[in-house]
């Protein structure tokens, strides 16, 4: 007697259970308790649902898991697991109910559907928002999901869940995401929106009006956002002190030279050549998009721009050949000395600020000596003196002849020789 109860204990062993499977056999895991098999036994599909719903009870976490995830359990024991005290349960019944959503309101299946719409929406009130997210990510591309549920995960408190069906959902209208624009206090909700595949005009006018910095930008980053002139304009009008937006704006689609052009008033140098590349415009066009910046560097008051971005935008327009004597000239008469040090800089190959102590020394000679250095003429060199070191009238040191530098190169060279780098 004891040989053949031995041999039956030996095949429910936590190896495995065996392809087919009766249901006394079933019933013998159970009495077995071998947590193993029962949670094996629990992801069968081939087990009857009086068996499923006795193991959605079991007390082990991983046999409950094991039958939320299987796509056989009967209604009523998912009815029991969406309301498991175990996160992980009710996140595989999540994924598991979100995937057996009908795609038709064929009338034999309108029984299921209605089941598995009731958990849908029990799940998308669930207090842990992983629960929501992994409902969220699994109904994003539908098509058949209640649209009044999908309503329910874009207005959700938590991004992590909102974010999926406001970036992907076909069943949110432009109604639904313009008032979601209009009253969502979530922080990247918009953002969402802004990466949809296709972003009407209306949407669009929305985001732009929030002033969202984040939410802007991925709208221009954006090539299926349909954003009219006027739109771009308003953003336009709103970017020279928003940094986040310039990149995405000098590469936005289709852009006309009129826009380019007020673009051109605020961004980076090193920029302009990227809207050049971007939009395939003529030389002579790309010529006067970087004039626009020569322009602005030269005339916007001290202090308008931080100095480190008037370094920065000084010298890529030196390494692209925009730097001469007009521009030193410009910057005189503009009083940009922040501009015209650093272009002095890079002409003489100086430090910029070894070329500001040269001025505050109010050494005319080596003035003189520095604008020599800069290949550039005498008449500017006599400004540089007077007008930007304000040496004193009977210190200065005038032309020779009306044109010439009055020193020799040796005795210039010799002024510089403190400076060299």
């Given amino acids: 007697m004891l040989k053949p109860l031995r041999n039956l204990l030996e095949l429910w062993t936590p190896r495995s259970l065996p392809e087919d499977l009766s249901y006394e056999g079933a019933r013998q895991v159970l009495e077995g308790r071998e947590q193993s098999n029962l949670q094996a036994l629990a992801a069968r599909t081939d087990i009857q649902p009086e068996i499923l719903y006795y193991l959605a009870t079991h007390s082990a976490p991983d046999v409950r898991q094991a039958v939320a995830g299987n796509p056989a359990t009967p209604h009523k024991a998912n009815q029991l697991l969406v309301t498991d005290h175990v996160d992980e349960v009710r996140a595989e019944l999540a994924r598991k109910i979100a995937r057996l959503l009908p795609d038709s309101d064929d009338a034999e299946r309108t029984l299921l559907r209605d089941r598995t719409i009731e958990l849908l929406e029990q799940l998308a009130l669930d207090q842990a928002p992983k629960i929501r997210q992994i409902l969220a990510e699994e109904l994003k591309a539908s098509t058949t999901a209640p649209k009044a549920l999908i309503r329910c995960l874009a207005r959700d408190p938590e991004l992590a869940v909102a974010a999926p ?217 006599f400004r540089l003196q007077a007008e930007v070191a304000h040496v004193p009238h009977r210190q200065l040191v005038n032309a020779r002849d009306g044109v010439d530098y009055p020193l020799s190169p040796a005795q210039m060279a010799a002024l510089m020789e403190p400076f060299q780098r």
């Fill in 165 to 381: 069906v406001l970036e992907y959902s076909p069943l949110l209208s432009d109604e639904d995401l313009k008032e979601i624009i209009a009253f969502s206090s979530v922080k990247g909700a918009l953002s969402a929106i802004a990466r949809r595949g296709l972003v009407s005009e209306s949407v669009v006018e929305g985001i732009a009006a929030a002033l969202d910095v984040p939410a802007v930008a991925a709208l221009l980053a954006n090539p299926q956002a349909d954003i009219r002139e006027d739109t771009l304009n308003f953003i336009i009008d709103n970017a020279a002190a928003i940094e986040d937006w310039h990149a995405p704006l000098v590469l936005r689609p289709n852009l006309s030279l009129r826009l380019m052009r007020r673009i051109a008033g605020f961004v980076a140098s090193s920029l302009i050549e990227v809207m050049v590349r971007a939009q395939d415009i003529a030389p002579e066009d790309g010529a006067v998009l970087l004039n626009r910046v020569r322009e602005r560097i030269q005339s916007e008051p001290l202090g308008a721009e931080d100095k480190l971005q008037v370094q920065a935008t000084v010298t890529d327009l030196f390494v692209r050949g925009a730097i001469d004597e007009k521009f030193i000239i410009d910057a005189i008469d503009g009083q940009r000395r922040d501009a015209l040090c650093q272009a002095l800089a890079l002409l003489a190959d100086l430090a910029a600020p070894d070329v500001d102590k040269i001025f505050e020394s109010r050494n005319a000679r080596r003035i003189v000596a520095l604008a020599w250095r800069a290949q550039l003429s005498m008449r500017t060199a």
